[in-house]
């Protein structure tokens, strides 16, 4: 396991979740990918996607088939103006790299959004950490591990 994966083993055992990480040779970088290495839709993949909120970084976990609004988003975090933060930024707040940023494990705590639509589903799959890593998690133990606000942020069709 690289370290980045452990240091996501590592958060989430001090968060007494006993989560198995996943790791495929052929890539979970994309939610599709990920979808078809673990055997699931993309519905039930984890996105963790770093918006800053009028200049502060928050953490949005989205379905993998949902686009997130950023309209809905800056409702829910009270802001203005949201936007996408840049690859420098995500690795900056979080430690991780763009296609493995997991839920957990940031070099710093971040208000976190969850997409109400992956309450729907027993079992979701987030990165753990690189491109090839993911592990299993109810959705209501996510949302509890990360203090998340559950919102409906789906950009609609």
Do not use: C, W
């Amino acid at each position: 396991m690289t370290s980045a994966a452990e240091r996501v083993a590592s958060a989430l055992r001090q968060a007494g979740i006993d989560a198995h990480i996943l790791e495929f040779p052929q890539g979970t970088r994309t939610a599709r990918e990920a979808a078809a290495a673990v055997g699931t839709t993309t519905a039930q993949i984890v996105k963790s996607l770093v918006f800053l909120a009028d200049g502060r970084p928050v953490l949005v976990l989205g379905s993998g088939a949902n686009r997130v609004d950023q309209a809905k988003l800056a409702a829910v975090t009270g802001s203005a103006r949201v936007e996408k933060a840049s690859a420098e930024v995500v690795r900056d707040v979080t430690g991780f790299a763009i296609g493995g940023v997991p839920p957990v494990g940031h070099l710093r705590r971040l208000p976190v959004y969850l997409d109400r639509d992956l309450m729907a589903f027993d079992i979701v799959y987030a990165a753990a950490g690189t491109p090839n890593a993911v592990f299993p998690i109810a959705p209501e133990s996510l949302a509890q591990l990360t203090a998340a606000t559950v919102a409906d942020l789906r950009e609609e069709a």
